[in-house]
């Protein structure tokens, strides 16, 4: 006979592997906006496109052994969704991006950046990257309040119970609900713009690389290792751009999106109960399916409406913006944390570091002059 403790114990293990399933599928209200777009606007191919994705959460499962998400570049994404990149130029400028990012986790200059950049402008760049995910979310849910609203009730369960499988049954009803739309013919189409431009290239990475190396890397290793302590000795801001850059480096010539390590990744799936290894096979598998099974399994994502998704997104970014190192910040800090967080959710991550390392210097400056006696100077 099974005893009391027995079934208790394997009652957690499902809800926790439940829980795994359903954190899996958290960061779809980022991935789905630029790859539907990109693929039925024929710039890219669905096929190598989510072959991508698949490889690069088998690599995260294997080499990171945790949640660590793959997404895709959203500078590129929206380079590519106004026209900006043509096919070829994207596999281009994805290559470069993953050479510099080899080059640079080779060296030790990148992790001694990362550990000088100061703690108050860490938590507000990844404050206002948070901000920046829930103002994109509420244009998508305004599209349909009347499903954006119920998936938001249901995705709120979360907080009551962390590990539940809510974005899965958020997602699975938003399919059954969904009309039963045919594929759209972008996605059967060729990639279209093989012409290359080096002033689009030249463009394209220097719009990226800044934003991939302050959220996909800096900001990424510090929220990897406040989400899971347990696998902190395997992420390092060396090892996120170094398995970024091989991704990038193997796999946009080969047609697939160029990818990188978000920190609001990461919490849309620690989010909705993503806490180990299972979380990424399940990725992986769901978009070897989408790959190897063809359009109707691209079809079934196309049809998840958008009110949906934007749900999806502002859990995402309510996660990264109400850290737990937010709250934890000494009180003279956190004007620093609220002035690099609205520059970012204004000007964007380059324009947030500059901001929050100035405010870093003027609290320095000013916590140094009452150390001292001096008084700061009126303005």
Not at 129 to 152: F, I, N, R, S
Not at 188 to 204: E, F, Q
Not at 267 to 279: D, E, N, P, V
Not at 282 to 305: N, R
Request: aromatic share 6%; charged share 10%; proline share 7%.
């Amino acid at each position: 006979m099974t005893s009391s403790s027995e079934k208790r114990s394997r009652r957690q293990t499902l809800w926790a592997l439940g829980g795994d399933v359903s954190g899996a599928f958290g960061d779809l209200g980022t991935l789905l906006p630029y790859v539907i777009a990109a693929t039925t606007l024929g710039v890219l191919a669905p096929r190598p496109v989510f072959i991508g994705f698949a490889v690069g959460y088998l690599l995260v499962a294997l080499l990171y052994r945790a949640p660590i998400a793959v997404q895709p570049m959203k500078a590129l994404g929206a380079m590519m969704l106004v026209g900006g990149l043509t096919a070829g130029e994207t596999a281009l400028v994805g290559t470069t991006l993953g050479l510099i990012l080899l080059a640079l986790a080779a060296t030790p200059y990148l992790g001694r950046a990362a550990r000088a950049l100061p703690q108050s402008v860490t938590v507000g760049l990844q404050a206002g990257l948070g901000l920046m995910l829930v103002a994109l979310a509420l244009k998508m849910m305004a599209t349909g309040w009347w499903l954006a609203l119920p998936a938001m009730a249901a995705l709120g369960l979360s907080w009551l119970w962390p590990r539940g499988p809510w974005a899965l049954l958020v997602v699975v009803a938003a399919l059954w609900l969904a009309p039963g739309d045919t594929l759209p013919a972008a996605m059967n189409a060729t990639p279209v713009g093989d012409g290359i431009s080096p002033t689009s290239v030249a463009g394209g990475v220097l719009a990226q690389l800044p934003l991939t190396l302050l959220n996909a890397v800096v900001v990424a290793a510090a929220v990897s290792h406040s989400l899971f302590p347990g696998a902190a000795a395997r992420v390092s801001e060396r090892r996120l751009a170094a398995s970024s850059g091989l991704l990038n480096l193997v796999l946009t010539p080969l047609g697939a999106m160029p990818m990188c390590h978000g920190a609001g990744g990461m919490a849309a799936h620690y989010r909705f109960g993503a806490r180990s290894l299972i979380a990424p096979l399940t990725m992986a598998a769901a978009c070897a399916l989408a790959a190897l099974q063809g359009d109707a399994i691209v079809a079934w994502l196309v049809a998840i409406p958008t009110p949906v998704v934007g749900a999806l997104l502002a859990f995402a970014g309510i996660e990264l913006t109400l850290s737990k190192r937010l709250f934890d910040a000494r009180p003279d800090c956190r004007p620093v944390i609220g002035a690099t967080a609205v520059a970012t959710l204004i000007g964007g991550a380059l324009v947030g570091l500059v901001a929050g390392l100035a405010s870093e210097r003027l609290r320095r400056h000013l916590v140094h002059r009452r150390a001292t006696g001096v008084p700061p100077r009126r303005g």
